[in-house]
């Protein structure tokens, strides 16, 4: 009995995260699913299961809902990323490639591109995701030069990391619109080749 009471009264701050945290993942999804213009802030507050005022008790313009959905999954999906790897992967560049490259296939990066289509036409929401954007790059950039077991102060060695990033962006690219799994399982075996050759010791 004691038990069930102290679920039911969780405290304020846990359930407001709560709540943050669901409509971040909300605004994600109706951006991955409807773009800018049908990703409204009633429709996500809807999609949460939480009142408009809500919604913006935690997030007062649509702006700020949007920006802070793509910077929170970038997170998390860094940090699932580097948990896959949790000994480093050195010795293993093929799975890291491939981990990395799947970081652009996925609801998070259809969501992202719908941003920053939005962002290039909108003077206020385009300042913001610039500055998002730059924070997640270098967050990539590290996490890919860690797992990747680069020495950057080698020559060509950082371009040849963020080459590896703006392939697998392009990679994402291509898999918007058609199914590319096969020729992308053979982009990454090549690339995991040549990065075994750049990075050798």
């Not at 890291?96 to 652009?104: H, K, Q």
């Not at 990066?109 to 997640?136: I, K, M, P």
């Not at 950082?158 to 690219?173: F, H, I, K, Y």
């Amino acid at each position: 009995m004691g038990a069930v009471t102290a679920v039911d009264r969780s405290p304020k701050q846990d359930r407001s995260r709560a709540t943050r945290q669901r409509l971040l993942e909300a605004a994600v999804a109706c951006l991955a699913e409807h773009g800018w213009a049908g990703s409204t802030v009633s429709v996500v507050a809807e999609r949460a299961g939480v009142s408009r005022g809500a919604a913006q008790h935690h997030f007062p313009t649509r702006e700020d809902l949007f920006t802070a959905a793509v910077e929170y999954v970038a997170e998390e999906r860094s940090t699932a990323l580097r948990a896959l790897f949790p000994d480093g992967a050195a010795g293993d560049r093929r799975a890291v490639v491939a981990a990395l490259v799947d970081l652009y296939t996925g609801p998070l990066f259809r969501a992202a591109l719908h941003l920053w289509v939005a962002a290039s036409n909108e003077d206020q929401l385009g300042a913001r995701v610039t500055e998002l954007e730059a924070r997640v790059g270098r967050e990539s950039h590290r996490a890919a030069v860690e797992l990747l077991g680069a020495d950057e102060s080698g020559p060509g060695v950082r371009e040849t990391v963020q080459g590896l990033l703006d392939m697998a962006r392009g990679l994402g690219l291509a898999h918007l619109l058609t199914d590319d799994t096969a020729r992308r399982g053979r982009v990454v075996a090549q690339w995991a080749d040549i990065l075994d050759r750049e990075l050798a010791d």
